[in-house]
């Protein structure tokens, strides 16, 4: 498998090769040493998550505060549009976003390093999500921003009225979360990303 990077600092896509024969197919879903090879350390996997949801729905914005937790997301059945925003201060694409279509058929992934948010919707009438996580569920250091933001504009599938979480639905926008003091810098994640690159902070990442 190969992950390529996205446009947003941080993000991948994880490419992997499927091997289809008369009895299905079999791929890797994760890869360390390629995992390793493209993003430049390897991935803790402390936690993973599972979620089942119904067309309609929209999960996030959400992310962890510092030192944070990064996620690789895959999607083994139905398909979902996954959306990764850049919530880090001082960033040069704070504010934007990179959207990737995963499904049961593409067999994709999505990775997003500490301090970046992400969401999720069903693009099919249910969708099964797993996703690896570096740390273990934080209470207290949870990021939300809320999806519906309209200065971001996010791609979401056309719904009359999503299903969302009462914390999802309530929670603010880019703007009052920068306000408010709740969104990491991206000084403070770079250093991060060097450390466990182990690199001196400003050298290059593969």
């Given at each position: 498998m190969q992950l390529h990077r996205l446009d947003v600092d941080g993000a991948f896509l994880a490419e992997p090769v499927i091997y289809p024969d008369d009895r299905g197919h079999f791929l890797e879903l994760f890869s360390q040493p390629a995992f390793q090879r493209d993003v430049g350390h390897e991935l803790n996997v402390a936690q993973v998550n599972c979620s089942l949801s119904r067309r309609g729905t929209i999960r996030g914005l959400h992310a962890v505060a510092l030192p944070s937790q990064a996620r690789y997301v895959t999607c083994p059945q139905g398909g979902i549009i996954d959306i990764v925003v850049d919530i880090r201060l001082g960033s040069p694409t704070y504010g934007e976003y990179v959207a990737a279509e995963l499904t049961e058929h593409n067999r994709r992934a999505l990775y997003l390093a500490e301090g970046l948010a992400h969401g999720f919707a069903p693009?099919?009438?249910?969708?099964?999500?797993?996703?690896?996580?570096?740390?273990?569920?934080?209470?207290?250091?949870?990021?939300?921003?809320?999806?519906?933001?309209?200065?971001?504009?996010?791609?979401?599938?056309?719904?009359?009225?999503?299903?969302?979480?009462?914390?999802?639905?309530?929670?603010?926008?880019?703007?009052?979360?920068?306000?408010r003091g709740l969104l990491p810098a991206y000084a403070d994640c770079q250093e991060l990303y060097a450390r466990l690159d182990g690199l001196a902070v400003g050298g290059d990442r593969r």
């Open positions: 693009l099919t009438d249910e969708a099964t999500v797993v996703y690896l996580c570096s740390s273990t569920w934080a209470p207290g250091r949870e990021v939300q921003i809320n999806a519906l933001d309209p200065e971001l504009n996010l791609p979401w599938p056309v719904t009359p009225e999503p299903l969302m979480s009462d914390k999802d639905r309530a929670a603010p926008t880019l703007r009052e979360a920068a306000e």
